[in-house]
Structures are given as C-alpha cells and as structure tokens.
C-alpha cells in the first residue's frame, strides 16, 4: 500500500543542479527517517542523505556541500537538491522511508529503511 514515487531525474552536464522529488502517499511526517540511496550502474546501493522526524539530516562524505535533503510535510514530498552534480553522480537515485524509531540517529544503510520507490535516473556529462 505504501508508495514512493520519485520523480525529477534528468541529463545535466558537469557543474549543473538537479532537484528530485519522492512523493510519499502516507504523510511524510508519520515517517520516522527518509532518506535518498544511489546505484550506478555497476556499483552497490549507497546512501546519499537522510533526515529524520525530528529534523536530523546525514550526508553522505561523497556529496556533504554539494546535496541538500528537505521534507515538505504539507506536499507529503521529499526532496534532494543536487547542486555541481559530478559524473560519479550519475545513476539511480531511490527515495527510502522508515516507520519505527531506532533511539539514534540512522546510518545511511540500505538495510535501515523499509519502504522504497522505483527510482529516477540522473545522468551528468562531462
């Protein structure tokens, strides 16, 4: 029942910004983390960024200053600012949610997150 759905995805070249969007059909404010994973072609499933219910927001070394994760509860939508996007960015990016607390913080771990959406592609040139 629970569906994410993301959207936003594009070609960009080097040094362009994209914004992806996860719309979520449970309120996002019922979700205990959200967060954006990223699969290149070849590689692993890797986390890009999260913010929790209480607002506490993780990124990942890879894209800390470039990327900018936010929730907007009265959208029900999760956002990834993506800003001097690199061609190692180029991929999928999904959008996660977790529904029951932890007590800490959640490490951008795929095994951390419950409910996933089906991806959107982004693509950076060089």
């Known amino acids: 029942q629970v569906q994410l759905v993301e959207s936003g995805g594009g070609s960009v070249q080097t040094g362009g910004s994209l914004r992806l969007a996860c719309a979520s059909n449970?309120?996002?404010?019922?979700?205990?983390?959200m967060a954006w994973f990223h699969q290149g072609l070849l590689s692993e499933r890797d986390g890009v960024a999260s913010v929790s219910q209480s607002g506490t927001i993780m990124y990942a070394d890879s894209v800390k200053g470039r990327f900018t994760i936010s929730r907007d509860d009265a959208k029900n939508t999760l956002y990834l600012q993506m800003d001097s996007l690199k061609p190692e960015d180029t991929g999928t990016y999904y959008c996660?949610?977790?529904?029951?607390?932890?007590?800490?913080?959640?490490?951008?771990?795929?095994?951390?997150?419950?409910?996933w959406g089906q991806g959107t592609q982004v693509t950076v040139s060089s």
């Open positions: 449970v309120d996002t404010n019922t979700w205990y983390s």
């Open positions: 996660a949610a977790r529904r029951s607390s932890s007590g800490v913080a959640l490490r951008l771990r795929e095994f951390n997150y419950d409910y």
